[in-house]
């Protein structure tokens, strides 16, 4: 099965506040830009999947990340994060209604194609599945099978969330690639420990990186 990822990115200037210890405003938007250009290469390149379809408001973002490949769906609720990805995954089905649909974060720059390909070939298993993040309280990947609706519910505890609405959380050695999101200064220096790819490594170069 190959699967269409649905990716949610915020405006670039409201990104990543978390990170103010390590980027300041002037760099901050570059450093989620790297990010989620990072992870949409990564995850064009992964043989399990079909396409990425990015939902943004941000014509920076939509410019940069449409020349690596993406499809970008407008974020027409402005309604949040949970919002964007539900009118993303709609948008996919309605181009291709049988679709397998995955919302993935857009702040994985240490993303290998093929751990990510493990991770939704093991979600074929299921209606519906989610790999928790690094931290084990949030979630950087749901899957929705064909014919099943994403029901994305992130955010605080969405590891929590996604269980509680039966989702099957998937438990896989080995993927730590797929779980490593970025949003403080640790997150940071653990996915560059794992190696980032080209555009993060690119933009951190230029960041003192607390503890690093």
Do not use: C
């Amino acid at each position: 099965m190959q699967w269409t990822l649905v990716i949610p990115l915020k405006p670039l200037a409201r990104a990543k506040s978390r990170l103010s210890d390590t980027a300041d405003d002037g760099l901050r938007p570059g450093l989620a830009l790297a990010f989620a250009q990072d992870t949409v290469a990564a995850a064009l390149a992964s043989p399990a999947v079909r396409d990425v379809a990015v939902v943004t408001d941000d014509a920076l973002a939509a410019r940069e990340l449409a020349a690596l490949g993406a499809r970008i769906v407008p974020d027409e609720p402005l309604g949040g994060l949970n919002a964007a990805l539900a009118y993303g995954a709609a948008a996919v089905r309605a181009a291709h209604p049988e679709s397998a649909v995955a919302a993935l974060n857009a702040d994985l720059p240490a993303l290998r194609p093929l751990e990510l390909a493990r991770v939704l070939d093991a979600a074929t298993e299921f209606p519906r599945a989610f790999l928790p993040d690094a931290a084990a309280i949030g979630t950087t990947l749901l899957a929705a099978g064909k014919g099943q609706e994403l029901r994305p519910a992130f955010g605080t505890d969405s590891r929590a969330r996604h269980r509680g609405s039966g989702a099957a959380e998937l438990s896989l050695p080995g993927v730590d690639s797929v779980r490593q999101d970025v949003d403080t200064a640790e997150d940071l220096r653990a996915a560059l420990a794992l190696g980032v790819g080209p555009r993060t490594a690119a933009a951190t170069a230029r960041l003192l990186i607390p503890g690093q």
